[in-house]
């Protein structure tokens, strides 16, 4: 199935308690595309600017993505900057300059329009109800949210949920979307705004999965050691969608397996800084991992 992803593209300066780094190649669709690249052939609907490594455009065009949705303006590329705490779960944003993603206008392209499975990465959700309306007949479109929108956009973001099959976001934002404290309660609530499928990631604690009525907890993958977090929700959500677009099954037991590739695809991304871990993933490196996780997770029935 044809996979289609709307979101930004960006120069990311990160601060870890292991240094700091300058112009990372960053952004929600970058994330998301170079995961489901693993599986399928993503198009990227995304703006840069004149400053647009060239280097990047090839990385992204190496790894299979169609970029034939990827505008480049005048201005500069978006830039973003934060520092991470010394436990790497909470973060500060140090600068935000939108530069050329301000005036963003998604403009899909007639293939891009007939695509099977569609990712509004987070954006306004008057962006991606403009999204909604190009696309013709999609099989499955998931979306993502921020706190940013639920708060400041809300009756437009409710909108969209009312069109999409799946929404991601963390359990903060099902928190401040619903007003429920329970994760359970939160996605049924969200479950009646619309999305069938409700997946709320909780960082190093995994993700719950709401599908219709089938609930599964997909924990994080363990490591050694986490260089950088940034993107591994976007590298999740790519791994996830990017799966269910290569398999066409959208099953439970397919969904659930949806979202163990998503978690060990965002285990790869915060091993390393920027992409520089992603993109050196491979399909025996993803079947070994995935092999490990089920005898992580694998336990004998209960004897009494």
Not at 62 to 81: I, M
Not at 85 to 113: I, K, S, Y
Request: glycine content about 10%.
């Amino acid at each position: 199935m044809s996979l289609v992803v709307v979101g930004s593209v960006a120069y990311d300066t990160v601060e870890t308690p292991f240094g700091k780094h300058a112009d990372l190649l960053g952004g929600s669709g970058t994330y998301f595309s170079l995961s489901a690249s693993s599986f399928v052939a993503p198009s990227l609907v995304a703006v840069v600017g004149e400053d647009f490594r060239a280097d990047d455009r090839e990385l992204l065009e190496r790894h299979g993505v169609d970029l034939a949705g990827l505008r480049s303006v005048a201005g500069k590329t978006f830039r973003w900057g934060g520092r991470y705490r010394d436990d790497m779960n909470g973060r500060d944003t140090l600068f935000t300059e939108l530069n050329v993603f301000e005036t963003f206008a998604p403009e899909l392209t007639p293939e891009q329009r007939r695509a099977s499975c569609v990712f509004l990465g987070n954006i306004q959700p008057s962006l991606q109800a403009h999204v909604l309306e190009q696309v013709e007949s999609p099989h499955f479109v998931a979306a993502d949210t921020m706190n940013l929108w639920i708060e400041g956009a809300r009756e437009g973001l409710l909108g969209v949920l009312a069109h999409v099959d799946a929404l991601f976001l963390n359990d903060e934002e099902a928190q401040q979307l619903t007003g429920k404290r329970s994760m359970v309660l939160a996605a049924r609530a969200i479950q009646e705004l619309g999305p069938s499928l409700v997946v709320i990631k909780r960082g190093e604690h995994g993700a719950m999965v709401f599908n219709d009525g089938d609930i599964f907890y997909v924990p994080a993958f363990p490591l050694e050691k986490v260089v950088d977090p940034t993107g591994a929700g976007d590298t999740f959500a790519g791994g996830f969608v990017g799966y269910l677009a290569r398999t066409a099954d959208f099953s439970p037991m397919n969904v659930r397996r949806a979202a163990v590739v998503g978690s060990l695809m965002a285990s790869f991304c915060v091993e390393g800084y920027s992409v520089e871990r992603l993109k050196r993933v491979d399909p025996e490196t993803i079947a070994e991992r995935y092999t490990s996780f089920l005898e992580l997770t694998r336990f004998p029935p209960l004897e009494l």
